[in-house]
């Protein structure tokens, strides 16, 4: 309802798990440190722990988009399960067929996930089992999960366990008749709230992420923010939601402390509820009574036989408009709008690459085969212009896209299907929001590199750094921790990323990695502006 008003491309606070707007605190990036140890050691438990709202199940949402190579996830939500449910869940999670029906035992399950286990392990693969609100789990399956941690080779386990849940799992975890299972605990980390600094930071990148470009909350609300939501990003979410819609219902520019103050009170109860809900009923009584005045008047107006004949007469235009031919494009712009699958085609076509003209209902799908990524973003001309790539631009009211080889600033070259042709980018006016689809190479095979990770993403980091900075001779390489994210190479990221105008969070997002690209030269990479570079 608001996002227009305040110039967002999407409602930024949603309480859904969207990995897109995982804030990275260090509470969070200590967290998800945790987790990706789970995945590099041989097998055990990691638990991981945060009240209600803090972000855990982001967070876990986040860890899958960037998972290591050749590490197949058995992810299960839903705990409430027996036994049996829990192995069969495994199961069929991994994609195992299910048994005949007279063979649905939970041995012959646990065979079976054991010979599956054995036979990813020997092709170099390692298996994950993530149970989100594990304090749900009962005592009878919980000594279950520990059974499936029996499953090994001689030198490795061949299954790893993650716990998510709330505090009670703790609790739970704690019972005598549990302390094997204690015992296998590798990690454990709780997830506390943010602090007030981190609140207002967090603000901040969900409304970057939405695509903002100014600041909507005043420091005296963020504030107010911090004090009712005690730094839970959820509650966080609810009160923000209800304050911008509050500062768009009376077409305030920003949020103020009192407005924050107001929403607070009204999403998490509060003396100002009552009267909230009576002006909502009383406005919901005018909309009512207008809506039966004007029926009245209409009614009043036209007799029982002129609705009639009203009717008929309308219908009859409708018919000859729909049976009316389609009027040709009376503007370059429509007429070179194409489907998705088209305007991909033609990007891998500016990248030197064949491709079929419809690539077909998921065209991004076979992106990744090619060598490149498919990239969507809401940023408008300054966020293509700093991509720098060639991009097809989505148009408003389902017009398809516009595929732009090229831009001298104040035109664009199109492709169209008659050729290519330049037009003024003033056209745009009216006709885009601001949503591209662009493709960019991504060397380092990962979909985001994170501070305190440990993978060979951030060894392709390291170097490109060390390429970009005339380093020559860097010890680290030689070392150990020359795959580890450290904190002196999250200060190196983040000085290139301000240089470049980006979030300098240390996050090495596909922003980032497409200006890390196109700082070095080596496939050919086609630039917006023209002049081509090289990837490695």
Not at 60 to 83: H, M, T
Not at 376 to 387: E, F, I, S
Not at 476 to 483: G, M, Y
Not at 502 to 525: E, F, H, K
Request: net charge positive; glycine share 10%.
């Amino acid at each position: 309802m608001y996002t227009a008003f305040f110039g967002l491309s999407e409602t930024p606070f949603s309480i859904a798990p969207d990995p897109r707007f995982l804030f990275m605190s260090r509470r969070h990036r200590e967290a998800l440190a945790h987790l990706l140890y789970g995945v590099q050691t041989g097998g055990g438990f990691v638990q991981l722990t945060g009240e209600v709202g803090t972000g855990k199940t982001t967070l876990c949402r986040g860890f899958l988009e960037q998972l290591p190579d050749k590490l197949e996830v058995a992810l299960i939500l839903n705990p409430r399960l027996s036994e049996y449910g829990l192995v069969a869940t495994v199961c069929d999670e991994f994609g195992l067929p299910p048994p005949p029906d007279g063979e649905r035992s939970l041995k012959e399950r646990m065979d079976r996930l054991n010979a599956h286990l054995l036979e990813r392990h020997a092709a170099g693969w390692r298996s994950m089992l993530i149970i989100d609100e594990a304090q749900n789990l009962s005592t009878p399956v919980l000594e279950q999960l520990r059974l499936l941690t029996n499953l090994e080779t001689n030198r490795d386990k061949l299954l790893r366990i993650v716990l998510i849940g709330q505090p009670e799992l703790a609790a739970v975890l704690g019972r005598r008749e549990l302390r094997q299972l204690r015992q296998r605990i590798t990690a454990r980390y709780h997830l506390q709230p943010l602090s007030r600094a981190e609140t207002r930071a967090y603000v901040e990148y969900r409304l970057q992420v939405a695509g903002c470009r100014r600041p909507l909350f005043t420091r005296a609300a963020l504030a107010q923010v911090y004090r009712y939501s005690g730094g839970i990003p959820r509650l966080i979410n609810v009160i923000c939601d209800r304050a911008l819609l509050g500062a768009y219902s009376r077409e305030a520019p920003r949020v103020s402390a009192r407005m924050a103050r107001r929403a607070a009170r009204e999403v998490l109860g509060g003396p100002e509820r009552r009267r909230y809900l009576w002006r909502r009923l009383r406005g919901a009584a005018v909309v009512a009574a207008a809506f039966a005045a004007g029926a009245g008047i209409a009614a009043a107006t036209l007799g029982g036989g002129d609705w009639q004949r009203a009717g008929r007469d309308l219908w009859a235009r409708a018919r000859a408009l729909l049976a009316a031919p389609a009027a040709a494009p009376a503007d370059p712009l429509a007429a070179a709008a194409v489907p998705e699958g088209q305007a991909v085609a033609w990007l891998l076509e500016a990248w030197g690459l064949a491709a079929t003209p419809e690539p077909g209902p998921a065209p991004c799908r076979a992106v990744p085969a090619l060598g490149l990524r498919c990239l969507r973003g809401d940023g408008g001309w300054a966020a293509l212009a700093r991509h720098d790539r060639p991009a097809a631009l989505r148009l408003e009211g389902g017009g398809g896209y516009l595929v732009v080889l090229a831009s001298d600033g104040a035109r664009l070259l199109l492709r169209a299907r008659g050729g290519r042709r330049w037009v003024d980018r003033r056209a745009l006016a009216g006709r885009w929001r601001g949503r591209y689809l662009l493709l960019w190479s991504n060397p380092s095979g990962a979909d985001r590199i994170l501070p305190g990770t440990y993978s060979e993403a951030v060894l392709w980091l390291r170097r490109r750094m060390n390429a970009i900075e005339g380093v020559e001779e860097d010890p680290v390489l030689a070392s150990e921790d020359a795959r580890y994210y450290d904190s002196r190479l999250q200060a190196r990221v983040a000085a290139f990323q301000r240089a470049r105008g980006l979030r300098d969070d240390g996050v090495v997002d596909a922003a980032t990695m497409i200006q890390l690209n196109t700082a070095l030269g080596s496939p050919v990479i086609p630039l917006l502006a023209g002049t081509a570079k090289t990837d490695n």
